[in-house]
């Protein structure tokens, strides 16, 4: 497979060819991960969850996500990895998360990915006029949990949606090259698909964004109490007789040939 670039990405998207993301935390599952065809590596800082066994992704420091960015990139070959900035290292000044992203870029990264809406415009703009190319995260955004009062679905009143696609927009228009939409309903992800001008990357939103992301570990089985959004792949591969290996390539083929997430099954 020839390394994918932006241009391949928005191309595909636009092809309606969908985006398959999933997190990945160090080389091994790198390796394995790209060969199995997953387009979009994101070094999550969900590695607060799962790798640091933490409650919330708060705790994660910019210097974690350096060394996890850096440990995926020595192996990937072909697939285009984003790194997020955590909690608190674009919060303080435009410098700042400025700062930040060169970091993560120089342990490797080709994108870096904020959370938020209207407050990363400024910042947004910045990183794309200095060539790092940006991924918005809108809808659950799991940095605010504690001011978003939980886990909870987002969107659901004609405010929360209306608030979503402006920031959407207001995103897109800053020059983010995709957004991550998590924990909306399926209607609403489906008019933003439609309306927002640059691919959106669901997880728990629906079967109509230009792509799917996961949690590596949930795709995996391994989370004892995984979202209605989750589904095994591992179970499944299991039962074909396969590994991980083949239960990543079934996520990849169901993303693509629409079959996941299943709005009834996964959906809000
Ligand atoms: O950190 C993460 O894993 C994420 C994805 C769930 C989108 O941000
Ligand atoms: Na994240």
Not at 130 to 148: D, E
Not at 238 to 261: L, T
Request: glycine content about 10%.
């Amino acid at each position: 497979r020839k390394p994918l670039t932006l241009p391949r990405l928005r191309a595909m998207a636009a092809a309606g060819e969908k985006l398959v993301m999933l997190t990945c935390y160090d080389a091994t599952f790198a390796r394995v991960l790209d060969a199995a065809g997953v387009d979009l590596l994101l070094v999550g800082d969900s590695l607060g969850n799962v790798l640091q066994g933490r409650e919330t992704t708060l705790p994660v420091t910019l210097d974690e996500m350096a060394y996890h960015t850096r440990c995926v990139a020595t192996a990937r070959t072909s697939a285009f990895l984003i790194a997020d900035m955590p909690f608190g290292s674009y919060h303080d000044s435009l410098e700042q998360g400025i700062a930040s992203a060169v970091a993560l870029m120089r342990a490797g990264a080709q994108m870096v990915k904020v959370e938020g809406g209207a407050w990363v415009v400024p910042l947004v703009r910045a990183l794309v006029e200095r060539g790092i190319p940006v991924c918005g995260h809108l809808g659950l955004t799991p940095q605010s949990v504690h001011a978003l009062g939980g886990w909870r679905v987002q969107g659901r009143d004609e405010d929360g949606a209306a608030r979503l696609r402006a920031d959407a927009l207001a995103l897109a228009e800053a020059g983010v090259a995709m957004i991550v939409i998590e924990l909306v309903p399926t209607a609403l992800s489906r008019q933003l698909a439609a309306d927002v001008p640059v691919p959106l990357i669901g997880i728990g939103a629906g079967p109509d964004t230009a792509g799917q992301v996961l949690v590596l570990h949930d795709l995996l089985g391994l989370n004892p109490h995984p979202a209605r959004f989750v589904r095994d792949f591992m179970a499944d591969a299991a039962a074909a007789g396969g590994g991980i290996a083949e239960a990543v390539r079934r996520y990849g083929q169901a993303v693509r040939d629409g079959s996941f997430p299943d709005p009834e099954v996964h959906g809000y």
